[in-house]
C-alpha cells in the first residue's frame, strides 16, 4: 500500500455505459461514477508516453498512483480538481497487487 501522506488528491472515477447508435452510426454513452473519493497522487511524467487504446493513439504526459482495486479499467474517465482524464493505461505497478499506475491523458 501507498503511504497515505503520498496520496495527496481525491478524485472520482466513472465508467462509461453503452447505449445506442443514432442516425448517423455514431456509438452513445452515458457516465456513470464507479468511484466516489479515490485518494491518489497525480504527476507529471518526464516525458510524453503515446498509448494505443481502441485503436487510437493518446499521449500522456501524466501518471496517477492509487492503491490496488480491481475496478479500474483502461477507458474510465478520472476527474481531479475539477478536470478529466482518460484512463488509457492500468498498470499493477511492481505485480505485488500492492497500487496501480494509470497513464492519463487530459480530455
Do not use: W
Not at 9 to 36: A, D, H, P, Q
Not at 64 to 73: K, L, M, S, V
Request: with cysteine.
Amino acid at each position: 500500500m501507498i503511504s497515505s501522506e503520498l496520496l495527496n488528491m481525491t478524485g472520482t472515477v466513472y465508467s462509461k455505459t453503452k447505449g445506442s447508435r443514432n442516425s448517423f452510426g455514431e456509438k452513445s454513452f452515458s457516465l456513470n461514477t464507479s468511484i466516489n473519493n479515490l485518494k491518489l497522487a497525480l504527476q507529471p511524467t518526464r516525458e510524453e508516453y503515446k498509448i494505443t487504446l481502441n485503436g487510437t493513439v493518446y499521449v500522456s504526459k501524466k501518471v496517477a498512483y492509487c492503491n490496488y482495486r480491481t475496478d479500474i479499467n483502461p477507458g474510465d474517465i478520472l476527474e481531479v480538481n475539477n478536470i478529466r482524464y482518460l484512463i488509457v493505461s492500468v498498470e499493477d505497478d511492481g505485480g505485488r497487487q500492492d497500487h496501480l499506475r494509470m497513464f492519463v491523458s487530459k480530455l
